[in-house]
């Protein structure tokens, strides 16, 4: 499996992708797009909310 994980990384690497830990994904979003004025303050978004929500 360890294997399998950095072949996977290197070819997503060569193709210009940057991997992300998933737990980084769960933090509270802080980037300079609006979107936190679409949430409750109880609820705030997470970096997940803003890259995959739509999916």
Not at 21 to 40: F, K, N, T
């Amino acid at each position: 499996m360890w294997l399998d994980r950095h072949r996977t990384e290197d070819v997503l690497h060569a193709l210009g992708y940057r991997v992300v830990s998933e737990h980084i994904l769960w933090g509270r979003y802080d980037g300079v797009s609006d979107l936190g004025s679409h949430y409750p303050p109880e609820h705030p978004p997470t970096w997940w909310f803003r890259f995959f929500d739509y999916l």
